[in-house]
């Protein structure tokens, strides 16, 4: 083995959850369940009262992270898919019309497949280029009477391609079409400015780049919009009624709230202002363009999505070695190397018929975190290397 190549785990998997989390993570959850009695919105007394207090400003914390005015709007969810779900189970109806890309989460996929199986809802690709990157501008080309909603993943969880998010919403506010953003491989990497840029719903996990636990997750319903909630049930408001509370954010928040991880995301997000996002994103994205320049001079690697990094990137990489099954490369490169990858499809089957990936098993996937150093790089350049030339 080359000299670049030791035992330690380099982990290389963080758009699938995010790893290690930064040290205040792990002692705020250990505090918080150690030392904080009681149930957020329901009981008396110190617990409780404490627990409300982190439950709120979290809450508004988040919110500003994140570009909201109103704190209220933004619901604590259990996953990205959690949030997706509410919005388009609760938003679409009957012969509804959808515009997606071809980069979509099988959690915006799925849900849009269901529904146009149920209710005649329909949906169409945007026009793109070959990293899967729409055109803004042809939106108006497709907007139908009955279109609905515009969803977009933000960054692409297999090639880690950047939509144009900003002038997507833009051209939706102009046209009245609410847009639905995707931020589950952007939030915690890149700046988010929901108010500012329109947007009208957004999802996101905690467990990846807002490095929280996982069983956490952010949905934001602008105040333009209501959709029908995907749960309703205790609140701890208004429990003398039967009838489901109407305010916010409870209208959304049935059942008790993940605390723990509240309490996790509070802490992930310390650190992160105190790294400094647009250090964080500089970070990723060097990292990312050196993992694919380094990919590049391999013999025989295929790497998919975009090699320019000039204006940034999602710091998810896949690519493939020669005719070899992605699978056995995966398999070498976390047993033989220590490498933590993915390998397959990534819950993006649209994104592999995009790239031609769907009838060879899809991709190995690397994917950067804060946490990365450029030696995890080089090691992991230094594992495909070999892989290679001896597979
Ligand atoms: C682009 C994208 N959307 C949605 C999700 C779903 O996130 P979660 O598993 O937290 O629901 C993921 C997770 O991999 C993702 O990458």
Redesign the pocket.
Known sequence: MSEHLSSELVYLDN??TSFPKPEGVYDAVNRFIRENAGSPTRGIGEGSDETNRLLDLTRRRLASFLGIRKAERLIFTY???DGLSTVLFGLLDEGDHVLITPLE?N?VLRPLDMLASEKGVMFNILPHDYTGRVYADSIRDLVRPNTRLIAI?MVS?VLGTIQPYKEICEVGRKLGIPVLL?G??AAGHIPIELDKWGAAFFAC?G?KAMLGLQGT?ILYVNEDYTVRPLRVGGTGYLSESMKHPTAMPQYYESGTINMPGVASLSAGLDFIESFGLEKIDLHVTALAARLISGLMEIPGVVIYGPKDTKDGHGGVVSFNIGEHNCTTVGEILAGKYRIANRVGFH?APLTHRLVGTLDRGGTVRLSIGVFNAAEHIEKALAAVQEIATTL
Do not use: L
Request: glycine share 6%; proline share 6%.
């Open positions: 758009a699938a996953s990205a898919t989460h959690s993943s969880n995707d589950a491989q996990p467990h997750g819950c």
